[in-house]
């Protein structure tokens, strides 16, 4: 897989992301897929981002940074939304927060397997 397959296949897949398509998630992520270390399969991915769409009603995934070293992507991921209620901790509550996603993909077989993410929680408590 080259650097330009790599991007590309990870662009559809943000892109199915922010249609909010997941009925077609196993074309992108791997059966033994993890995020920070905790296994969770096509499923428990899935299960995963429904709660985000249900925590956070618009939100969109703004790529503004990609990086592709097969079989590695590394991305900066921007947010501007308004998370219902509370979110990582954090009394939000429906106010409009901007942030970014550090993260990082290993694909295994064209499909995302590892993923690490870090969000940016001191750009939120400032906002707050």
Known sequence: MTPTD???IYR???ARLNARD????AKFVHGDA?????????SGYR????????D???LF?????LVCEPPHVASRIRFDCSPAGQFLGLPVNG???????NVFYEFRDEKIVHVWSVLDKAAIEAQL
């Open 22 to 25: 997941l009925q077609g998630l």
């Open 34 to 42: 993890s995020h920070n270390g905790r296994p969770l399969g096509v």
């Open 95 to 101: 106010r409009h927060i901007s942030f970014s996603e």
């Open 12 to 14: 559809a897949y943000i």
């Open 6 to 8: 790599l991007s590309s």
């Open 56 to 58: 956070i009603p618009d």
């Open 61 to 65: 995934f703004d790529v503004e940074l």
């Open 47 to 54: 299960e995963m981002l429904e709660k985000d769409f249900r």
